[in-house]
């Protein structure tokens, strides 16, 4: 077997990698909000457009939906240096250490692709949401069967070698798609000290460059799995295992050492 | 756009001002994002903060309609500053011109030039006029000081607009003004260019032939035209309306910006006679000089063999507008409400939205007999007799719906902004009985020529003899099959007859390889002269797709085909200095080797200025070689000048007695006129300035965008955006639905209360500035949700010189609904 | 009945017991074959993962009703507590050496009482409500964190007690586990071990 295909094999497994190979590099300073993406999204994984009425903003749909998989935000802040109008792309960052692949009871459901992406198989998946909560940007969505519907970087067209369809929709490279470390160096390189979800989260296969705070877009500063998750996964998961087999262990232990109540002689059998 | 594109990524200083390139034209970002990664600065003057200024370096908002002191207040600056290009200014424009001395000036004559006739609102332009020596060659004084020279005029002309008076006009901080003025007119420097990007927030204004025209004096004063990120670009609002307008869309041109015949003309040497430049300049190249040949070979391609010395060439086959006639949009609605037309056809369009006044429009539409709708979908305009105040069973017009074929349906070229010919392919089959438009256009031809033939009627020899030789045809004659390929030849032209030209023989029948070779004596034919080299014996030069970029600029020579003869850069030569060597060597367009230019196609293969004898001027198309910074040919002026749009929130122009355009056509005066023309200038009841403008989600009237789901979920209904302060004056919550009302017509729209639009000091009032898109119309989405069209509420009044409507700047009131 | 037999439990109380522990097991089973992808194959016996957490829920339910079913058995007599039952507690049954004496305790043991209120009561509500929360609050991270959480929590309460009071109630007593397959004990076994009940059914 080549070594490609024992990665491969490891990856469909569900088995979570520390690297990723692609990844798309999103620079905020560079959109102009035409949402090109949000339709070229739509249009490749053929998702109905669905009725809304003007909230009293651009941005529309309010909120990701399992027929949305990529949406940008608009928010309007005033800074000192006068009104910014910003655009922010809102989908699955494909984390390095996945929370929603951590918490996912039915293996196969979210996998991760060869290239490195979060993709998920409707066939599998359970309906039972726990993605979500495993999740640090509350990005999946449900279905009417309940079922997990995200971004999944276009993993069918990653795999035969074509970008994303928003990657190539983005007139203005914005969104740009690649291998995730020449995209950590162009980032670099065009003057980002920083890169978020560089490292975070065992590194972002979408990560952002931008010179402000990421909580000035709207993200966490220092994004991480939930605390209720990493407890589960370090102390809870563990001590289920430990807990029962120490309990089985106590009782032979007890039987063999002192042994059982034995009824008094001469008792009733 | 005198540049292109690809060119923008060229540019140190981009003024996106009367356009909203991020959000109408989001390709041309990639390049204005290329730019700014190389260092340029984006500036962004709208009424409004947009998509566009969200990208800026600067932003600064100005009350609509008020762009042209804003651009004089930057030619001051510029003058008094001493920033701009000397060595440009005089040896390219005509600044060193000599001006006749009984010319005057709006500061002069209470806001108008010499020679108003207020009682016909024209302008006699005799004394707009240029000194000249006994040789009828004009005087000029390259010291610039004469005061009657260009440069002088046109100084004194701007000392009005210092930055007190500009704030108070445009609303615009004075600091914001410095700070733009400051920054753009840093590209007075040889090594640096600026570009500017507008649109329909220039030209939909009643000056907005000036505004366009001050700013190209700006781009000379700083020397930023023929240079690579520099020029004057406008940014057209559809893929292919650069090609229409080239092949004569428009009423008073013909293919290649040939005049329409006027009736008075009745000869063709009349008409060649009227419409061919003659100047006395030594070394002006004058290319329109060759009129004749232009001319005659389009009359050429038009009628073929029918077309001999003897009978003109066909030349009295031409339709001819009446002397004086108007005939562009404004005025064809407006007779057609006065019942004038008996038929029409929208082919590709939905004036019941898209026109200003469109109920006006919807009035005029009511009373045809017949109309012919060609379109992708049926349309507000196709369907206006069922539309909203309509009373079907009294409207007589019988309606026709042609589907047509959309562009990825069929085969041809289109010409982009950028006069780029692009040849494309057919992908799919039309669905149904969509029909491309070529298809459509034969079956019509032939019907009616048929009806010529069989019953005669008024005139048929225009029909019957247009050379029609589009593709096979069958024994009665009729072509069966268009052939894209045939017209765009045809286009291109052919040598008629074998024949020699500069040297060369050519055969007949073989393809004219650029229209240099073009002759009027109808041995060769062209259906657009500017096309000629288009499509050569080479090939079809617009199918091209090589990606070689010899100059590293940008230019892609061999990427489709650029007019005219493939110069991707017009005025070219401007950018060297008289020794023909690049004066900005890091961006070199061309420059001279000794021998010849390398580069860019050249403006004319002659050598640089100091071979004074064999050498001609850069602006090859202007009569005397030179670019305008006086431009006399306009109707409204030589010099733009400040004027207040048609509705405006003040009583009187701040700078002179003369509140409006005096050149402009007035539809409605002093209760005289339609009551559906009727305008109320600084009037209570309308206290609120309004624009108009297209949003990224819709395209035009959005006929192409509301039947796809995924436009309409992101732009579902029409809104007005207004200011915080206003919504809370007006008790406004973003999301409420309200009615924004104009002396004309209402409609309803969700209020968007932003930060985005903030109200203008104006002559020390508080002025309100709100704005709609215009993309919605009542007849889809079907259950009425998207809302109507905001032209219900704009006026009938055009621009001085091109009569384009003045739909950016009006006024409206708005309430809660 | 043999005259060496006490009744111990109603018929009732042994199958609800039975429909409890049948449930439990379920649970626990598909459970862990949620819980951990190397026990996935746990619910391929259940067919598959989508069967199994249909059965996983709807064993839920019927676990939920069991467990108030057993209030009405245990609750009164668990909340009831004496000093006997506090020194039973306090040399934790007797259970860590050969020859301890157990304070004489009542029809339920003191260990009983509070595996029964501490475990079936208290992790049961919990295990049992935040399964309904994952079930069916809405799709929101906070309730299936919660949800998820607290169900969690309970589980490993309940996989580290149960084996122990199944380990109590057959090879640590022999005797013990006919009291809840035939509902008898001997009345040497309850002298042994509940030697108030004993007192209280008059056997000497």
């Known amino acids: 077997m080549a070594v490609q295909e024992i990665e491969r094999q490891k990856y469909i497994s569900g088995v979570d990698v520390p690297y990723r190979q692609k990844g798309l590099l999103i620079t905020p300073e560079l959109c102009i909000g035409c949402r090109g993406c949000q339709t070229a999204c739509k249009e490749w994984n053929k998702l109905p457009g669905e009725r809304t009425h003007n909230r009293g903003t651009y941005e529309n749909p309010p909120d990701l939906t399992p027929n949305l998989y990529n949406k940008i935000r608009f928010v309007e802040v005033e800074t000192q240096q006068g009104l910014k109008w910003l655009f922010i792309s809102q989908r699955c960052m494909h984390c390095g250490e996945a929370g929603c692949m951590k918490v996912c009871p039915a293996p196969g459901a979210l996998y991760r692709t060869p290239q490195g992406a979060v993709a998920f198989n409707k066939d599998k998946c359970i309906g039972c949401r726990f993605c979500l909560a495993g999740c640090p940007f509350n990005i999946p969505r449900f279905d009417s069967n309940s079922k997990v519907s995200k971004c999944h970087l276009c993993s069918d067209r990653i795999s035969n070698g074509l970008p994303p369809a928003c990657a190539k929709t983005c007139p203005t490279g914005a969104i740009s798609y690649g291998d995730r470390d020449k995209l950590l160096s162009l980032a670099k390189a065009s003057g980002f000290k920083a890169v978020y979800g560089d490292k975070d989260l065992g590194g972002l296969g979408v990560m952002f460059a931008f010179r402000e705070y990421p909580s000035f877009y709207g993200l966490p500063d220092t994004p991480g799995l939930p605390s209720s998750i990493v407890f589960w996964k370090s102390i809870l998961k563990p001590l289920a295992l430990i807990g029962l087999g120490g309990a089985v262990a106590a009782a032979a232990a007890h039987y063999i050492t002192i042994g059982p109540k034995e009824p008094e002689e001469g008792g009733e059998q | 756009m005198t540049n292109h594109w690809i060119d923008i990524r060229n540019a140190d200083v981009i003024l996106i001002m009367g356009s909203n390139a991020a959000e109408n034209h989001p390709i041309s970002f990639k390049w204005v994002m290329e730019a700014k990664k190389r260092g340029a600065k984006l500036i962004s003057v709208d009424p409004r903060f947009t998509r566009t200024s969200a990208k800026a370096d600067i932003y600064a908002p100005l009350r609509s309609g008020t762009d042209i002191a804003f651009l004089n207040g930057m030619i001051k600056y510029i003058i008094d500053n001493n920033l701009y290009d000397e060595f440009y200014v005089k040896h390219y424009t005509n600044a060193p011109f000599l001006v006749n001395p009984d010319f005057k000036m709006p500061g002069e004559l209470d806001g108008v030039f010499s020679g108003y006739d207020p009682v016909k609102r024209k302008y006699d332009k005799s004394t707009w006029s240029f000194q000249k020596d006994e040789n009828g060659v004009i005087k000029k004084d390259f010291s610039l000081q004469n005061p009657h020279c260009v440069f002088q005029l046109l100084k004194k002309h701007v000392s009005r607009y210092t930055l007190e008076m500009v704030e108070k006009i445009t609303g615009t901080p004075k600091d914001k003004l410095v700070e733009i003025y400051k920054t753009y007119a840093s590209t007075g420097r040889p090594d640096r260019s600026a570009t500017i990007m507008y649109a329909m927030g220039w030209t939909q204004h009643t000056v907005g032939t000036q505004i366009i025209r001050a700013m190209a004096i700006i781009q000379l004063l700083l020397g930023n035209i023929g240079v690579a990120g520099g020029g004057v670009n406008a940014l057209r609002g559809e893929s292919n309306v650069q090609g229409s307008t080239d092949h004569c869309l428009l009423f008073h041109i013909l293919p290649g910006y040939l005049k329409t015949p006027r009736a008075s003309q009745q000869t063709l040497k009349q008409y060649n006679d009227k419409y061919t430049p003659k100047t006395k300049e030594p070394m002006s190249a004058n290319w329109w000089g060759n009129y004749p040949k232009y001319s005659v070979s389009l009359l050429k391609a038009f009628f073929g063999k029918n077309a001999t010395k003897e009978n003109d060439f066909g030349y009295e086959w031409l339709p001819k507008l009446d002397d004086g006639q108007n005939a562009s949009w404004i005025m064809l609605f407006h007779e057609m409400y006065l019942g004038k037309f008996k038929g029409f056809f929208a082919w590709g369009q939905n004036p019941a939205c898209s026109g200003t006044n469109a109920g006006k429009v919807r009035k005029a539409l009511a009373k045809l007999e017949w109309m012919v709708n060609v379109n992708i979908f049926d349309n507000e305009t196709g369907s206006f007799w069922r539309g909203p105040d309509m009373k079907p069973e009294e409207i007589k017009t019988e309606v026709f719906q042609l589907p047509a074929a959309a562009s990825c349906e069929k085969e041809g070229s289109i010409t982009n902004s950028g006069r780029w010919a692009q040849w494309r392919y057919k992908a799919v089959d039309p669905p149904g009985e969509a029909k491309p438009d070529s298809w459509i256009i034969n079956e019509l031809y032939w019907r009616v020529r048929k009806l010529y033939e069989k019953e005669g009627g008024t005139y048929p020899e225009p029909i019957l003899n247009l050379d029609w030789s589009y593709g096979p045809k069958n024994p009665e004659g009729k072509v069966i099959k268009i052939d894209p390929h045939e017209i765009a030849k045809e286009i291109n032209g052919y040598f008629l007859e074998d024949k020699v030209v500069k040297g060369r023989l050519f055969k007949k029948g073989t393809l004219v390889p650029s229209f240099a070779y073009l002759q009027d004596d109808g041995s060769t034919s062209s259906g657009n002269w500017l096309y000629c080299g288009s499509y050569t014996e080479a090939g079809n030069m617009m199918a091209r797709r090589s990606k070689k970029d010899p100059t590293g600029i940008g230019l892609y020579p061999e990427w489709a085909w650029c007019w005219p003869v493939n110069r991707r850069i017009l005025y070219n030569r401007a950018s060297v200095d008289e020794y023909g060597r690049p004066r900005n060597p890091k961006k070199p367009v061309i420059y001279w080797n000794g021998s010849k230019w390398v580069g860019d196609v050249p403006d004319g293969g002659w050598p640089p200025l100091v071979n004074k004898d064999k050498t001609r001027l850069a602006f090859i198309m202007k009569p005397h070689g030179v670019a305008h910074i006086f431009g006399p040919g306009r109707k409204d002026g030589p010099f733009p000048e400040h004027y207040e749009p048609l509705e405006c929130p003040i009583e009187a122009n701040p700078l002179h007695g003369t509140r409006i355009n005096p050149a402009v056509k007035l539809f409605y005066e002093n209760g005289k006129g339609l009551p559906e023309d009727i305008y109320l200038n600084a009037d209570k009841r309308y206290p609120y300035v309004a624009t108009t403008y297209r949003v990224t989600e819709h395209w035009q009237t959005g006929v192409l965008t509301r039947h796809l789901p995924w436009q309409l979920e992101m732009m579902p209904q029409n809104f007005v955006e207004i200011s915080e302060e206003l919504a809370k004056e007006k008790g406004i919550k973003s999301g409420d639905k309200v009615i924004v009302s104009s002396a004309r017509g209402k409609v309803w729209a969700i209020a968007i209360v932003t930060k985005r639009f903030k109200p203008f000091k104006i002559m020390n009032t508080t002025v309100h500035q709100v704005g709609l898109p215009w993309c919605f119309g009542w007849q889809y989405p079907e259950d009425g949700s998207g809302g109507d069209s905001s032209n219900l509420l704009t006026p009938t009044i055009g621009d001085a010189n091109t009569m384009i409507p003045e739909t950016k700047a009006f006024m409206v009131n708005i309430e809660k609904a | ?204």
């Open chain 3, 1 to 204: 009945m043999s005259e060496y037999l006490v009744q111990r439990t109603t018929t009732w109380e042994r199958f609800n017991h039975w429909v409890l522990a049948v449930s439990f097991i379920i649970l626990c089973l598909t459970g862990l074959g949620f819980l951990f992808h190397s026990l996935n194959w746990l619910n391929t016996i259940f067919g598959g993962n989508h069967l199994a957490k249909e059965i996983h829920r709807w064993t839920g339910v019927v676990f939920t009703f069991s467990v108030l079913f057993t209030l009405g058995s245990y609750l009164g007599e668990s909340l009831r507590f004496s000093k006997e039952d506090t020194q039973w507690l306090l040399n934790l049954g007797g259970y860590l050496s050969k020859t301890a004496v157990e304070p004489p305790q009542g029809r339920l043991n003191a260990g009983q009482k509070v595996y029964y209120l501490v475990v079936v009561v208290l992790c049961g509500a919990v295990i049992i409500i935040s399964g309904f929360i994952i079930w069916l609050a809405p799709s929101t991270a906070g309730w299936l964190r919660l949800g998820h959480l607290l169900h969690n929590l309970a589980f490993v309460v309940f996989v580290t007690t149960v084996p122990l009071h199944i380990y109590l109630s057959t090879a640590a007593n022999p005797g013990t586990f006919r009291g809840m397959t035939r509902g008898t004990v001997t009345k040497t076994w309850t002298k042994r071990h509940h030697s108030k009940w004993a007192k209280e059914l008059g056997i000497d």
